[in-house]
């Protein structure tokens, strides 16, 4: 891209317009202030100004629209890194949970209970013996 690509051409029409001007111009003494060279040559001056200002405002768009198009990407960089992070704490969370779990799971004492019956190992709160089919509830005299 171009940077001033008005102001060039309005230079080289200026510099266009002030060569007609110079081979116009008559070769008599007296300067004629209504020769069209030098008509032409003041009104391309004239439109020269505004090409500045156009370059200048074309400029300024494409800056701000290059550092709207780089906050973007910026934004979007952070949101991914945002969504990775919480993914991460998620798994910590979910690793950290499971390793409390098998804690709890070693630490709990496995209490085996047998049936007096026929000695089978039965479930903890068993009040017949799925085995011999006794009532697990009697004393015994």
């Given at each position: ?44 001056v004239l ?34 890194e945002v ?59």
């Amino acid at each position: 891209m171009v940077k001033y690509k008005f102001t060039i051409i309005w230079f080289i029409l200026f510099f266009t317009a002030m060569t007609i001007a110079i081979l116009t111009m008559s070769g008599s003494e007296e300067q004629d202030q209504y020769n069209p060279g030098v008509i032409m040559g003041a009104i391309v001056v004239l439109l020269c100004c505004p090409a500045f200002i156009i370059d200048y405002r074309h400029t300024e768009k494409y800056k701000s629209k290059q550092e709207e198009k780089k906050l973007k990407l910026q934004l979007q960089q952070k949101q991914l890194e945002v969504a990775i992070k919480e993914k991460e704490l998620d798994f910590e969370k979910r690793k950290i949970s499971i390793e409390l779990a098998e804690k709890q799971l070693s630490n709990k004492e496995v209490i085996t209970k047998f049936c007096p019956f026929c000695g089978k190992e039965i479930g903890e709160v068993a009040s017949i013996c799925p085995f011999c089919g006794m009532d697990l509830t009697i004393k015994e005299k």
